[in-house]
């Protein structure tokens, strides 16, 4: 697979490289090293992402400033980074289907191998290590930026290295990533150290707001368009709320429900131990990780769907426990 992948990226000529709706680092960052390292074979590439809004914070990695909320004129390859799902990259599948090779590159659990080819990797501890692997094993060199990249997607998709699917590899390819010329203490930097004043003030409203149930084992959390505009946050702001809640030494389950500018809900649920909330999400249409998934809900109120969650969650292990690999 990891041979077909870069074979068909590399026998196409105009290339797409598309990461997921509201882009967190380890999408982009797959997208932008291949990006990175296609800029020098002479073929078109080209970054297309559906969001109009690009987080801030990510702004960091090399190439954000190309990545473009438009699609170009003809591809005949797209790359899709880090998306358990085609319709995450917010675009047509049945359109694209026509025109390109899809070439789904990622590691989440519940992918649906939309893909012309699936180089799904899962357990994995993010799309860029997919990604990190394939330009490995077909001897491709990397420049410092694409190593960047890798390495920024990987240690934010993992917390810094706190959950999600590692091992030995993982610190094996990061450490290649180093010797390649990505820089730890910079990376970290952009990504911890670089709190928005909004964002801090959004999480003072939280960790006094939430409820805890349960006997305290789940940590639920609203947020709704009018405490973004109170706080002055914006939605990128609201991603990595729910670890404050998870964090919490009794909570098993986090959740957070966050109202859309349409009135729509995004769900995001953690999990700590024996749970696999991937399927709890899959279950609600949505997808994702054994402790970190989501799923999106046109339901009118949101107590209806906290409540909905807390009865899956009542079903308890008998139902969502698996051995955690
Ligand atoms: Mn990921």
Known sequence: MFEAAWKAIEKARNILLVSHVNPDCDTLGCSLAIYDILQKTGKNSYLFNATSELPRKLRFLPHFDEIRSFLPAKFDAVVVCDCA??????????????????INIDHHLTNSNFGDINLVI????S??????EMLKQ????????????????TVDDTGFFAYGAMDAS??????????????????????????????????EYVSKSFDLLRN??????????????????????TEDIINLVRDIVSVEMAVMILEEEDGSFKISLRSKNSLDISKIALKFGGGGHFGS?????????AEDIAQMI???FDKGIKEYGTQKQ
């Open 85 to 102: 799902r085609f319709d995450r990259t917010g675009m047509d599948i049945a359109a694209v289907r026509n025109e390109a090779e899809i």
């Open 310 to 312: 807390l009865n899956e």
């Open 138 to 153: 077909n001897g491709v060199e990397l420049t410092s930026k694409a190593a960047s990249c890798l390495y920024a997607g």
């Open 216 to 237: 305290g084992m789940v940590g639920l959390v609203f947020i709704r368009q009018e405490d973004l505009k109170r706080t002055g946050a914006k939605r990128e702001d």
């Open 127 to 132: 799309a860029c290590m997919v990604a990190y």
């Open 170 to 203: 993982t610190f094996a390819n990061m450490s290649e990533l180093v010797t390649l010329g990505a820089d730890p203490v910079f990376i970290s930097k952009q990504l911890k150290q670089s709190v928005p004043l909004a964002r801090f003030r959004l999480r």
């Open 293 to 301: 998934a989501g799923f999106e809900s046109s339901m009118t109120r």
């Open 122 to 125: 899962s357990p994995n501890a």
